[in-house]
């Protein structure tokens, strides 16, 4: 990622550049739909194998279910009473690799539950685990949580450099933590993860894999990627052979222009729309069925003091997992596991709501949370298999790859029974994208007929290479890239933002003048402008979401939007009314989407 210009007389951004790329050379290998985590982390793998790789996203990259995760990484200690032991294995790897190459945004997560019985659930659990879908909800006892961390525990012993599991009686846990109900037995104590910037995370993997195209003889170079680029069908534009092997039609969701795109193998990775995007290609299928989460992020002291900084993690009575815990200032709860109606918005509902405030007085019933402690909301569809009658909460997590040939893909004696090949992404979870993404690759390689030349277990995620390994070690970075007008609390927002990659910002802004926004101290013009012209934005809500936390905490202004917008525009070639019209369009995202209702300074 270095210094880009924005040519302001011709108004071409890198957004715009990046689909230009793929309209002027309009084949790859291999096309990838959806630019959420799994669809990035494959592209980023194929990129660094040497395929000619393309991706696409019909929204802003991460802005799907990757974006509306609950924020952790863990081993799914819960998915061992579906019996789903290899995925907790691998969960669990992966959750330990990714602090150590993505350690910018994956940090050890400190995790209580908190127990009130010493055997419920004993008779209920072995039904569910046979059947998963008869017995009654219960919470778990001591022993079944023992017994779950135990086996977490062996699972975890290879490679692993967080602690066992410890279990405190009910005095020395109210003793940790004195706002919990008086009523529990005990508390266990364990280590996951937590990733706080999920969409920067994706960024990075984005950039990882773009880079790895840079050096390639190839117009555009042999990893191309673009936001706000659609599938259409697979109708063939002008020009272009109706019967050709693996050919699109795909559209610019901002300027409304359409082109033909040819792939020897597509790859669709669009979630819980794999089904929809299946059947755009001509290869109708439903394989789908996935599940509502909600959460909300609330700015409350009280609750954020009771966590001590740990994540409360445990069963309410209904038997659903629900979290609790801090990030930054800000304390998330989540989260629901409901069917979804896909013809619906994933909004999180007044009766989520409710249901979330009920567990918080369920674990700290002398604090009282209400709505005017909410900063965000959101919501997102997992991208569960189809379930029929088995209860959410027991839908396998694990993922699988369906392999199939597309309708245009003709006579496959003529094609050779491999071009055109659709392979469909059903499941998958933040944790496992790293392998999740090599088994993916895996296959498209051997489509290909091509073999592995890197592997990505221990390849640095972007600004995770180099990054400081103690708290003494980032206050020396730090030090070291003071600059003037650059302190030591916006060094430090810099790197938390972008990890070692920091230092290419850090050099963009002290190449030429440069002032806070007034409207906050973690912007200026100058990284608006480095934003701009290196991470492909879109739309002004771009910045707000998944290029800063300014929304999730809760601190878009309207004073914020005009300024961002003027700087933007200047950037991105938006006149007066483009710059009212995205600043409209911010609005209506985050009160439809996120509940958050901002008043704007435009008239």
């Known amino acids: 990622m270095g210094d880009k210009?924005?040519?302001?007389?011709?108004?071409?951004?890198?957004?715009?550049?990046?689909?230009s790329a793929l309209r002027e050379r309009p084949k790859a290998q291999v096309l990838i739909i959806g630019g959420g985590i799994n669809g990035v982390g494959t592209f980023r793998d194929l990129a660094l194998q040497g395929v000619d790789v393309a991706l696409v996203e019909r929204g802003d990259y991460c802005q799907g279910a990757s974006g509306a995760s609950s924020h952790m990484i863990h081993g799914g200690i819960r998915y061992?009473?579906?019996?789903?032991?290899?995925?907790?294995?691998?969960?669990?790897?992966?959750?330990?690799?990714?602090?150590?190459?993505?350690?910018?945004?994956?940090?050890?997560?400190?995790?209580?539950?908190?127990?009130?019985?010493?055997?419920?659930?004993?008779?209920?659990?072995?039904?569910?685990?046979l059947t998963h879908k008869q017995g009654k909800p219960k919470e778990r006892g001591?022993?079944?949580?023992?017994?779950?961390?135990?086996?977490?525990?062996?699972?975890?012993?290879?490679?692993?450099?967080?602690?066992?599991?410890q279990f405190r009686g009910r005095e020395t846990a109210l003793e940790e933590l004195p706002r919990l109900d008086p009523a529990i037995k005990y508390t266990a104590t364990y280590f996951d993860a937590s990733v706080h910037n999920p969409?920067?995370?994706?960024?990075?993997?984005?950039?990882?894999?773009?880079?790895?195209?840079?050096?390639?003889?190839?117009?555009?170079?042999?990893?191309?990627?673009?936001?706000?680029?659609?599938?259409?069908?697979?109708?063939?534009?002008?020009?272009?052979?109706?019967?050709?092997?693996?050919?699109?039609?795909?559209?610019?969701?901002?300027?409304?222009?359409?082109?033909?795109?040819?792939?020897?193998?597509?790859?669709?990775?669009?979630?819980a729309w794999v089904d929809l995007t299946n059947e755009a290609l001509g290869a109708a299928s439903r394989f789908m069925g996935g599940t509502k989460g909600s959460h909300i992020v609330l700015d409350h002291p009280e609750l954020l003091e009771a966590c001590s900084g740990r994540e409360i993690f445990f069963e309410h009575t209904d038997g659903r997992i629900v979290?609790?815990?801090?990030?930054?200032?800000?304390?998330?709860?989540?989260?629901?596991?409901?069917?979804?109606?896909?013809?619906k918005d994933a909004v999180c509902t007044e009766a989520e709501i409710d249901y979330f405030f009920d567990l918080v007085g369920h674990v700290f019933p002398s604090i009282t949370v209400d709505r005017k402690h909410i900063v965000y909301s959101f919501a997102g569809v997992r991208p569960l298999p189809r379930h029929d009658d088995t209860q959410p909460g027991f839908v396998s997590r694990d993922y699988r790859i369906e392999r199939r040939e597309p309708a245009a893909a003709g006579d496959s004696a003529t094609h050779g029974g491999k071009a055109g090949v659709v392979l469909s992404l059903i499941g998958g979870?933040?944790?496992?994208?790293?392998?999740?993404?090599?088994?993916?690759?895996?296959?498209?390689?051997?489509?290909?007929?091509?073999?592995?030349?890197?592997?990505?277990?221990?390849?640095?995620?972007?600004?995770?290479?180099?990054?400081?390994?103690?708290?003494?070690?980032?206050?020396?970075?730090?030090?070291?890239?003071?600059?003037?007008?650059?302190?030591?609390?916006?060094?430090?927002?810099?790197?938390t933002r972008y990890g070692t990659r920091a230092e290419d910002v850090i050099a963009y802004l002290n190449a030429g003048e440069d002032q806070?926004?007034?409207?906050?101290?973690?912007?200026?013009?100058?990284?608006?402008e480095f934003m701009a012209a290196n991470e492909q934005i879109g739309h002004l809500v771009d910045v707000l979401i998944r290029r800063t936390s300014l929304a999730f905490r809760g601190l878009v202004t309207g004073e914020l939007l005009n300024e961002i917008a003027e700087v933007l525009g200047g950037q991105l070639g938006w006149d007066s009314a483009k710059r009212e019209s995205e600043i409209h369009?911010?609005?209506?995202?985050?009160?439809?989407?996120?509940?958050?209702?901002?008043?704007?300074?435009?008239?």
């Open 5 to 19: 210009s924005i040519s302001g007389s011709t108004g071409v951004s890198p957004r715009q550049a990046s689909v």
């Open 80 to 129: 061992l009473e579906n019996g789903e032991f290899r995925l907790v294995r691998e969960s669990v790897v992966e959750r330990n690799r990714l602090l150590k190459i993505a350690p910018h945004y994956v940090k050890p997560l400190q995790t209580t539950i908190p127990i009130f019985s010493t055997f419920s659930g004993i008779l209920s659990a072995p039904l569910r685990f």
């Open 142 to 165: 001591a022993f079944l949580i023992k017994l779950g961390l135990s086996l977490y525990d062996f699972f975890s012993r290879d490679g692993g450099s967080v602690p066992r599991h």
């Open 199 to 271: 969409e920067r995370l994706t960024l990075d993997v984005l950039q990882d894999g773009e880079k790895a195209g840079v050096g390639s003889s190839l117009p555009g170079g042999s990893a191309r990627a673009s936001n706000y680029v659609s599938l259409v069908s697979t109708d063939s534009a002008a020009g272009v052979d109706a019967g050709a092997p693996g050919c699109v039609l795909l559209r610019d969701e901002l300027t409304g222009e359409e082109f033909s795109f040819q792939a020897d193998v597509i790859v669709n990775t669009t979630g």
């Open 323 to 343: 979290l609790i815990y801090p990030m930054g200032d800000r304390v998330l709860v989540g989260t629901t596991d409901v069917d979804a109606d896909m013809a």
């Open 429 to 495: 979870k933040w944790t496992t994208f790293r392998a999740l993404a090599e088994h993916l690759s895996n296959d498209v390689l051997r489509e290909l007929g091509m073999e592995r030349k890197v592997s990505t277990a221990k390849l640095a995620i972007g600004g995770g290479s180099g990054f400081p390994k103690s708290e003494d070690a980032i206050q020396d970075w730090v030090k070291r890239h003071l600059a003037p007008g650059l302190d030591a609390d916006r060094v430090s927002g810099l790197l």
């Open 516 to 528: 806070k926004l007034r409207s906050t101290n973690e912007l200026s013009v100058r990284e608006l």
């Open 585 to 603: 369009h911010a609005q209506e995202v985050l009160l439809r989407f996120h509940g958050v209702t901002v008043h704007s300074l435009v008239a």
